[in-house]
Nanobody
Framework: VQLVESGGGLVRPGGSLRLSCTAS????????MSWYRQAPEKERELVAI????????NYADSVKARFTISRDDAKNTVYLQMNSVKPEDTAVYYC????????WGKGTLVTVSS
């Protein structure tokens, strides 16, 4: 299993960013995917989940109506569109697969600051 997150960076409050996570080593389309984040000195938290084929989607209350999770099974990639970002969204963002719940990629850092 390999998950490679990308797309992080510095963004101003109110701005947008799209994160990508490209997967390999398993049958991507068959498994649910999720995004987590870990802010400095805080525990890792679930941000969004999407089932196989995208039939079920859910979000943490803190990001509802601002973030959108999606997947492209042809590209083995899951996305997180982040809109109207806030300083409290600053964190390292990780994607995760239901195929192997013990595996964590390196993550991608998102910093929201003016």
């Amino acid at each position: 299993v390999q998950l490679v997150e990308s797309g992080g960076g510095l963004v101003r409050p109110g701005g947008s960013l799209r994160l990508s996570c490209t997967a390999s080593g398993f049958a991507f389309s068959r498994y649910g995917m999720s995004w987590y984040r870990q802010a400095p000195e805080k525990e890792r938290e679930l941000v969004a989940i999407i089932s196989s084929a995208g039939a079920y989607i859910n979000y943490a209350d803190s990001v509802k109506a601002r973030f959108t999770i999606s997947r492209d099974d042809a590209k083995n990639t899951v996305y997180l569109q982040m809109n109207s970002v806030k300083p409290e969204d600053t964190a390292v963002y990780y994607c995760k697969t239901n195929y192997d719940m013990n595996y964590w990629g390196k993550g991608t850092l998102v910093t929201v600051s003016s």
